[in-house]
């Protein structure tokens, strides 16, 4: 199963790649043609818009990634961990315990929003889900993360800042809203779906 997911990301990787490439050939073409004398102005621009932006995240990502290993030596991870545990146990029908720690630590490093930190733990859970035949816990898992409830969303807030908005945090309310319902309407859905689906 892993297997096939790694190769559909593969694929799909490579299909962005292409339109993003045949867009950005289309894109210059037309400037060229339309306003040669912007083309070099613009591509310089967007250069170094971008290189920003990834400087910004990687800055934010290697400030949460050294928090989570601070907080994995102090055994804070641990302990959140062995927190929800028994209810990740419980949520996602696991017998394998080092699956539900594996999926507790995800769902905090979500709602947190920490996508980057999460997926390792995503993709430990799902292995442990996997082997044990657990296609409820594998599927719900995945829900969870594509609508991705976030309590704080850091790296929309960083680049809000990084970009010079005036109150960058005021995307926490409607950002806990949104996915608090995306989220908890897709697991009722399924949860539902399973039950009514299950031969």
Not at 32 to 46: D, E, M, N, R, Y
Not at 62 to 71: D, E, F, K, Y
Not at 90 to 102: A, E, I, L, M, P
Not at 156 to 176: E, K, N
Request: proline share 4%; glycine share 8%; charged share 10%.
């Amino acid at each position: 199963m892993i297997k096939g997911i790694i190769a559909a990301a593969q694929k799909y990787k490579l299909t962005m790649n292409a339109i993003f490439t045949a867009v950005f050939i289309a894109s210059g073409l037309i400037m060229c043609a339309t306003s040669p004398q912007s083309f070099i102005s613009s591509l310089l621009s967007g250069a170094d818009t971008a290189a920003r932006t990834a400087l910004t995240l990687f800055c934010v990502y290697s400030v949460w990634m050294g928090l989570s290993r601070v907080a994995e030596d102090a055994g804070i991870n641990a302990f959140i961990a062995k927190k929800l545990q028994p209810l990740c146990t419980k949520f996602f029908k696991t017998k394998s315990v080092s699956g539900g720690q594996y999926a507790a630590m995800n769902v905090t490093c979500n709602l947190l929003g920490l996508g980057g930190a999460a997926t390792p733990f995503g993709v430990k859970a799902i292995k442990r889900f996997d082997a044990e035949g657990n296609m409820y816990g594998r599927n719900m898992l995945f829900i969870i993360n594509a609508a991705s409830v976030q309590i704080i969303p850091s790296t929309v807030i960083s680049m809000r800042a990084a970009y010079g908005s005036a109150d960058p945090a005021d995307v926490f309310l409607p950002a806990l809203i949104a996915t608090a319902v995306c989220t908890g309407g897709a697991v009722l859905a399924y949860a539902l779906l399973s039950k009514l689906c299950r031969p």
